[in-house]
């Protein structure tokens, strides 16, 4: 399973952004997907994921209400949508696939499920 993170940039502060998630190399059915953060000098932090089916889904509390992970299971995306960017949002941002066996109904924040791992996407939050 590949996983290729897209999407990041320099937005200014209250800007909206959205950061995709291609999966490939799939063989079986889709996995739930995390998306991560991690900011120069911290331990990286789990955002947001989503369970195979696109529901449920979960959020740090930091972001909830924030930001908004769907799913296209025919397009083998995940996007994270942003509203609202503070600067605590700049960081390197990851997504990563849970592939254990019956992981499928679930998803969770802590990346000790996942196990594989994309390259992360830069976001700059910034006026």
């Known amino acids: 399973v590949q996983l290729q993170a897209s999407g990041g940039g320099l937005v200014q502060p209250g800007g909206s952004l959205t950061l995709s998630c291609a999966v490939s190399?799939?063989?079986?059915?889709?996995?739930?997907i995390g998306w991560f953060r991690q900011a120069p000098g911290m331990q990286r932090e789990g955002v947001a994921c989503?369970?195979?089916?696109?529901?449920?889904?979960d959020y740090a509390r930091s972001v909830r209400g924030r930001f908004t992970i769907t799913r296209d299971n025919d397009k083998n995306t995940v996007n994270l949508h942003i509203d609202g960017v503070k600067s605590e949002d700049t960081s390197v941002y990851f997504c990563?696939?849970?592939?254990?066996?019956?992981?499928?109904?679930?998803?969770?924040?802590?990346?000790?499920?996942?196990?594989?791992w994309g390259q992360g996407t830069l976001v700059t939050v910034s006026s």
């Open positions: 990563a696939a849970d592939t254990s066996a019956g992981s499928e109904k679930l998803c969770f924040l802590h990346d000790i499920f996942y196990d594989h």
């Open positions: 190399g799939l063989t079986l059915n889709p996995p739930p």
């Open positions: 989503i369970s195979a089916t696109g529901d449920p889904t």
